[in-house]
């Protein structure tokens, strides 16, 4: 079964708007880790933000925010102000149990792309 | 830079020959992961190894071979390349803390011709 679901094979956005991209997972594991990553056309991957399943309040990284809804099982990543440099792929990753040796799964990934 | 080194940054080789993708993860990270790119797609795992062990198998061919040395570095072996085994690779290495994210190396961009 797909652990996370990103359901955006493709999103648009105009500049300086903020966008929601998705990211739905399963689990049965009260403890784990949810994570975003960028990867720009040049492939490298970049870390965003994480949230843990017991944090209360929702992270925020500068303009990368998660809107986090435990209950929905749901992590979806926030870009305010959109720039040109954000178009990218936009992964979401879950890593079950309390860390060591726990693998990360990744979803299929949204191509964001910020028209100017 | 993410500490986690990968090489070589290209490689292009013929169908049914065999190469060695390396990756030295960040220091004092125990888990490494391998991961596959096809043109435009989303990150396919292959492999994970923990402390030298393998701990998860995703979705790896029997032609391609995995290990993680004492010193914690780790090889990824593919052979018998076909045309599309052309790909990025990734490899990853995170620590044990469930906080922890996975550091990427560059990837090797590999391309079977």
Same mark, same amino acid.
């Given at each position: ?31 784990? %880790?949810?994570? !975003?990553?960028? @990867? ?18 929702? &992270?925020?990284? %500068? ?17 305010? &102000? ?16 309390? %860390? ?11 191509? /964001?792309?910020?028209?100017? | 830079?993410? *500490? ?23 220091? *004092?990270?125990?888990?490494?992961? !391998? ?8 990150? @396919? ?26 010193? /914690? ?14 790909? /990025?690779?990734?490899? &990853? ?21």
């Amino acid at each position: 079964a797909q652990k996370i679901t990103q359901t955006q094979p493709g999103m648009f956005v105009q500049e300086k708007e903020a966008v929601t991209l998705d990211c739905t997972y399963d689990t049965s594991d009260p403890s784990y %880790g949810l994570f !975003w990553y960028k @990867q720009p056309s040049s492939g490298e991957m970049i870390f965003l933000i994480y949230q843990g399943s017991y944090d209360q309040q929702n &992270a925020t990284e %500068g303009r990368y925010s998660l809107n986090f809804q435990k209950a929905r099982k749901s992590a979806n990543l926030v870009i305010s &102000a959109s720039q040109l440099g954000d178009s990218a792929m936009y992964f979401c990753a879950m890593r079950e149990g309390g %860390g060591y040796g726990q693998n990360f799964v990744f979803g299929p990934g949204t191509r /964001l792309s910020v028209l100017p | 830079d993410s *500490g986690v080194t990968q090489t070589p940054k290209h490689l292009i080789t013929a169908t049914g020959q065999r190469v060695t993708l390396r990756c030295s993860p960040r220091s *004092g990270d125990l888990s490494v992961y !391998w991961y596959q790119q096809s043109l435009d797609q989303g990150l @396919q795992f292959l492999i994970q190894y923990y402390n030298g062990e393998e701990r998860a198998k995703g979705n790896i061919l029997e032609r391609f071979s995995a290990q993680q040395f004492p010193d /914690l570095h780790s090889e990824l072996n593919l052979s018998s390349l076909e045309l599309g085994d052309s790909a /990025l690779y990734f490899c &990853a290495s995170s620590g044990d803390r469930g906080s922890t994210e996975a550091f990427f190396g560059q990837g090797t961009r590999l391309t079977v011709v």
